[in-house]
């Protein structure tokens, strides 16, 4: 079969790196996988197969009129294919043409709810796409389903496969918290900053990966942005690991932070539902006096938090790259 991927950019971002996982699955299993973008969008942050071809188009410019044409170009450059499978809102377009003028079967993979977060009259085109007609319609998690397409079928992420072979490195240390951190409002910015300035969290260790949050306190560490193998290093000394987002369309940072037995602490009752247990292998919070008590009654019982961690890397073995391309292949009838 052949596989097309229409996109805007290839670069460091989670849908990006859910389809990445998806093409270099595909590619793999002999099916002929395309990647069709603007030639200047294109960033090797995401190993890709060797038998992922790669098709570039014009650059892309900002302007609306640009935009509109860079859209055009996905579809004109792109080869037939028997499936074109999108994952945000402006690449349906062209494949919504694709479908109607070159018969692919179009496969709409919604990952987030991108109509709350994208300014009008953006967010409404994007609600608008989720009316439109498409062949199969996945969802990356409960809530996005509930948010957005409700006939359509769920099909979680799964993580890096290197989250759940890499041998542990070190013990936890029942005062160290990982976070990521991004200047973006849906991220919760401020709340991460308000609890890492907090000095009543001092007695914790905070290791920051992602863009600076730009706190000085001496128990706060930033780390930039890091390779799966260097975060990886980072979870396994850390018991927790604290979102402050306000949604998640599913959250792959929480999860693979528990493959390493990283105990998720939740500001965000939403696609993180689709994994976290409260009092399980997580918690969910809404105040921070509650994410208080929470870590300090944790960190002094090492047996509890022992217990949360096992349960942790049992939920993370859920959501591999090999169970995810099954019901991937199999919702398309081709396993």
Not at 45 to 69: A, C, D, M, Q
Not at 88 to 109: N, R
Not at 207 to 212: I, K, R, S
Not at 281 to 288: A, L, P, R, S
């Amino acid at each position: 079969m052949r596989f097309l991927f229409p996109l805007l950019s290839f670069k460091k971002h989670g849908g990006v790196r859910t389809l990445s996982l998806l093409m270099n699955g595909l590619a793999e299993r002999g099916h002929e996988v395309y990647l069709v973008l603007p030639e200047d969008t294109y960033e090797e942050f995401y190993e890709l197969n060797p038998g992922v071809k790669k098709i570039f188009t014009p650059p892309r410019r900002r302007n609306p009129i640009s935009v509109l044409l860079t859209l055009l170009h996905l579809f004109t450059k792109a080869p037939p294919a028997d499936f074109v499978v999108v994952s945000f809102f402006p690449t349906y377009f062209p494949a919504l043409l694709h479908k109607s003028l070159k018969k692919s079967k179009l496969v709409y993979y919604v990952q987030d709810a991108e109509q709350l977060f994208y300014p009008f009259p953006f967010s409404l085109i994007a609600s608008i796409t989720h009316l439109l007609p498409a062949d199969l319609i996945l969802c990356a998690s409960t809530w996005v389903k509930n948010k957005t397409v409700r006939r359509c079928k769920i099909l979680n992420p799964p993580i890096d496969e290197a989250f759940h072979s890499m041998p542990f490195q070190c013990s936890k240390n029942l005062s160290h918290i990982a976070l990521t951190f991004r200047w973006d409002k849906r991220k919760g910015p401020e709340l991460a900053r308000r609890i890492l300035l907090n000095p009543k969290f001092k007695e914790f260790e905070f290791f920051v990966a992602g863009q600076d949050p730009e706190v000085g306190n001496p128990n706060v560490h930033y780390l930039g942005n890091l390779k799966t193998e260097e975060l990886i290093k980072v979870y396994d000394h850390s018991a927790f690991f604290l979102l402050t987002s306000k949604f998640e369309g599913f959250g792959l940072p929480p999860l693979e932070a528990m493959a390493r037995g990283c105990i998720p602490i939740s500001f965000t009752k939403t696609g993180p539902l689709d994994y976290i247990a409260h009092g399980k292998n997580g918690f969910f919070v809404e105040k921070e006096d509650k994410l208080y008590e929470i870590l300090k009654t944790l960190s002094q019982n090492p047996e509890k938090v022992s217990e949360l961690s096992r349960n942790c890397i049992t939920t993370a073995k859920q959501f591999t790259a090999e169970r995810f391309l099954r019901e991937f292949e199999s919702s398309l009838s081709l396993s």
